[in-house]
């Protein structure tokens, strides 16, 4: 009997694959997953934001102790991130550190466009006024600076044209 030795190369990551009398195109399970996903990710990504609808507990469970693994195994990554959004946005953070540490909200806090209990959030208009918030739900608060991005686009639009 001969024994032939057919030479190919992985199809993700060009590795050697010494087989006899096979066509496998993968060297190692992880290729053939990465494979599997480049082929099917929407699905898969479509799959996973369906179940973290439908267990919202789980999901927050699980992204507290990804933090919490990420904090602590990352501390210097993780403080150089947070540093530079706060250089970034120095107004910004000013405002809401001053805004935690002097207005409280209240269990029973309502929306001020659509009333909600839901998710409330605090906003400045202005972050020159750190205590001047507003309280809107959590789709109230994205609608607003979603206005606000189309106002600003259309404000640049007309200066350039």
Known sequence: MI??????????????????????????????????????????????????????????????????????????????????NRLKNKKKWNARVRANQQVVMNSNQKCELCGSQKKIQKHHPDYDKPLDIIFLCEKCHKNHHKQERNRLLVEWKERRF
């Open 3 to 84: 024994n032939l030795l057919i030479k190919m190369k992985c199809v993700i990551c060009e590795q050697k694959i010494d087989n006899y009398r096979t066509n496998k195109k993968y060297c190692s399970r992880k290729c053939k997953a990465k494979k599997y996903y480049g082929n099917h990710k929407q699905q898969i990504i479509g799959e996973a934001k369906r179940w973290q609808q439908q267990n919202p507990e789980k999901t927050r469970i699980i992204h507290e102790k990804a933090m919490l693994k990420f904090r602590t195994e990352k501390k210097e990554q993780f403080n150089a991130l947070i540093n530079k």
